[in-house]
């Protein structure tokens, strides 16, 4: 954040005398330079954040034999991914309304105001401290830490790795497994023929079965791995839509690009819910003529949803600033008699906070 200081001492030196100077607020047309400030009103728009999961299957080394030997079902052979979308959050932010430029001009003995810019030059105060603009999520990736790993190969025993071949490792490694099991079995019942001495002992040699046999099953079933995806998109409400197409999603790519046809389509749509009133006009019946005040926005109100054509993914009710208008603050903001303090909105350029104070 930038913040600008004027100092009215070396304004304009040569003014009249007496006079009481007001501040000038001119629309900023390019190629001019102003003695003041150029600043720009916000154009709103939403940061996306996709959370997907991203699950890994890798075919064990006996998985062709896991229905011969150990009649497991639905083994998979063939290493994929598959994916699931798990959330969806809209955030707004603000960017330079390049449309909506203006210009602070000070004249001499006005009282200089502490501007506050963001850093591509969106309004964000008048002399008070300037609102911190937050970061916006970024991409990431986190894989899952919880998951018991094993490597298969240690726990083969010297029977299976003198096999002469792959079937026979196979079959070998399913009486393994049977046998854990009836050893298991024997303990919870008492009949084994080394019993452990305690509760604690008998704790721990299961749970070394169990691992046994989870390393062994691994050659057959395969393992998954999984890993959370945080995917970030930026999309421009600039209008109402019905069904733009954000991006796409496969359930074994994961989020693709809106033109990839190789995902089924997410879909986002941006109500315009009409929430400001119309503009007064004068006695008279004409529009108002605006002052050469400071200009800050009324932002329109809309409802975005997100969805497919199965379910919704996020709906909200969101602040836009294209969906409102351009105002002026009455009064002189920066003249000696007052102190007024502006705070504004960096998504929208809406006054979030305005008080002023009488100097003593």
Same mark, same amino acid.
């Given at each position: ?70 009649? $497991?079902?639905?083994? #998979?052979? !063939? /290493?994929?991914?598959?994916? =699931?979308?798990?959330? *969806?959050? +809209? ?14 001009? $000070?004249?001499?003995? #006005?009282? !200089? /105001?502490?501007?506050?810019? =963001?850093?591509?030059? *969106?309004? +964000? ?236």
């Amino acid at each position: 954040m930038k913040k600008f200081i004027f100092s009215s001492l070396v304004l304009m030196a040569a003014a009249t005398a007496g006079v009481q100077a007001q501040t000038e607020v001119t629309p900023y047309t390019p190629g001019v330079t102003a003695e003041g400030i150029t600043y720009f009103l916000p154009h709103t728009r939403l940061h996306i954040t996709v959370t997907a999961t991203k699950t890994t299957h890798t075919p064990g080394e006996y998985a062709r034999f896991a229905q011969r030997y150990l009649r $497991l079902a639905d083994v #998979t052979t !063939a /290493p994929y991914d598959e994916w =699931s979308l798990t959330s *969806v959050e +809209l955030t707004p932010y603000g960017v330079p309304d390049k449309t909506q430029a203006y210009t602070i001009k $000070l004249k001499s003995k #006005t009282s !200089a /105001p502490l501007v506050g810019l =963001s850093r591509d030059g *969106v309004l +964000l105060s008048v002399n008070t401290e300037a609102p911190e603009v937050p970061e916006l999520p970024g991409p990431s990736v986190e894989r899952d830490k919880t998951a018991r790993k094993f490597n298969p190969a240690d726990y083969k025993t010297e029977e299976i790795l003198s096999a002469g071949s792959t079937t026979k490792m196979a079959e070998l490694t399913a009486n393994e497994i049977y046998d854990i099991r009836e050893n298991r079995s024997l303990l919870t019942k008492g009949q084994a023929d080394f019993m452990p001495k305690d509760g604690e002992q008998l704790k721990l040699m299961l749970a070394k079965l169990d691992e046994q046999e989870e390393a062994l099953l691994q050659l057959f079933k395969g393992t998954t791995s999984t890993e959370t995806h945080v995917m970030t998109f930026s999309y421009d409400p600039a209008k109402e839509c019905d069904r733009d197409v954000l991006f796409r999603f496969s359930r074994f790519l994961g989020p693709v690009a809106a033109g990839d046809l190789s995902g089924d389509p997410v879909y986002i749509s941006v109500q315009d819910l009409q929430s400001l009133p119309a503009e007064m006009p004068d006695e008279d019946g004409k529009k108002k003529k605006p002052a050469e005040d400071l200009r800050y926005v009324v932002p329109g109100q809309a409802q975005v949803k997100v969805f497919t054509n199965r379910r919704t993914l996020a709906e909200s009710t969101v602040a836009l600033a294209q969906f409102g208008r351009v105002e002026h603050l009455g009064g002189d903001l920066f003249n000696k008699k007052y102190t007024v303090r502006v705070t504004l909105q960096p998504e929208t350029g809406g006054i979030q906070r305005i008080d002023a104070d009488e100097p003593q």
